[in-house]
């Protein structure tokens, strides 16, 4: 596989581009926006291509209030499981 500076049809994808860039320039603005995003997608490495639709997954979980919030239910709920049992241990000796 050979790079497109070392390649010899480097002026005729150059010429290509020049096209698509000159109809892009009459597109709409998010059109041309929605295209290039996808461009740039395709020249991603394969690996960031698999982890970048779990970015927005787990991006909401980078935030200390995520954490505290989630820590804090869990412990309730073993605190409220914890209570039920000696309660009922409680209650059963009398």
């Known amino acids: 596989m050979v790079l497109l500076k070392d390649s010899s049809s480097k002026e005729v994808i150059r010429e ?3 096209q698509l860039w000159s109809e892009l320039l009459l597109r709409d603005e998010e059109k041309a926006e929605h295209v290039l995003k996808k461009i740039e997608y395709e020249l991603l490495p394969t ?7 779990w970015k927005k ?6 935030t200390r209030l995520i954490w505290i919030i989630l820590f804090s239910v869990m ?3 073993l605190l409220a499981y914890v209570l039920f049992i000696f309660v009922s241990l409680w209650i059963e000796d009398y």
């Open 57 to 62: 997954i787990i991006s909401p979980f980078k």
């Open 75 to 77: 412990g309730l709920y």
């Open 47 to 53: 690996r960031q291509k698999i982890l970048r639709p």
């Open 16 to 18: 290509q581009y020049e």
